[in-house]
């Protein structure tokens, strides 16, 4: 008998986005986060925060399917089927 084990992927999230340094100077932070909905909470409190200090409201949700993954932005269903159709 053969036994095949796939191996276990553990979606990893984190959020991307525009914020002021320590100096006052604009740089790109990313914050990992537990999980999609942890990522759309921290996503929409970065985007008040960039409303708040004038800077680009840029902050989206990255994810990857596992170590080792290439991370990429993250879609939601309704944009995904839009951009296939």
Request: charged fraction near 20%; aromatic fraction near 8%.
């Amino acid at each position: 008998m053969t036994v095949t084990i796939a191996p276990v992927l553990v979606a990893e999230f984190q959020v991307r986005g525009t914020c002021l340094d320590s100096e006052g100077d604009e740089q790109m932070a990313t914050e990992p986060v537990d999980g999609i909905a942890e990522a759309h909470m921290q996503c929409a409190r970065i985007l008040e925060y960039q409303e708040a200090n004038g800077l680009p409201e840029d902050a989206t949700v990255w994810w990857r399917p596992g170590v080792g993954h290439a991370w990429q932005k993250w879609a939601p269903l309704a944009e995904q089927a839009g951009a296939s159709a």
